[in-house]
């Protein structure tokens, strides 16, 4: 079974902070690089962090210093922590794995709103 559930968006003012959750069936996530993306309405969709099985991370230069991206290997879960939001990183952000035949799933994402 596949599957990549997203959650914790929500509203936030400029300032704030969100953290997001990524739960993903072991077998997309187990051993992958997993990666989280945004879109925001009528852009392109974009990659924001990544980390691989190991840790290593990378970071979009529009949120470096701000965003942090981690992962749980024992409960399939990677997760962005969101400080010092803007309103332009207001998007649907999603998750996926990087590699591999199962790269091609997208979870439903989650929405994130910052006010100014």
């Known amino acids: 079974q596949v599957q990549l559930a997203e959650s914790g968006g929500g509203l936030v003012q400029a300032g704030g902070s969100l953290r997001l959750s990524c739960a993903a069936s072991?077998?997309?996530?187990?051993?992958?690089?997993m990666g989280w993306y945004r879109q925001a309405p009528g852009k392109q969709r974009d990659v924001v962090a990544t980390?691989?099985?190991?840790?290593?991370?990378n970071y979009a230069d529009s949120v470096k210093g701000r965003f942090t991206i981690s992962r749980d290997n024992a409960k399939n879960t990677v997760y962005l922590q969101m400080n010092s939001l803007k309103p332009e990183d207001t998007a649907v952000y999603y998750c996926?794995?990087?590699?591999?035949?199962?790269?091609?799933?997208w979870g439903q994402g989650t929405q994130v709103t910052v006010s100014s």
């Open positions: 996926k794995a990087l590699f591999g035949l199962l790269s091609k799933y």
């Open positions: 980390i691989t099985n190991g840790g290593t991370t």
């Open positions: 072991g077998s997309i996530f187990r051993g992958n690089s």
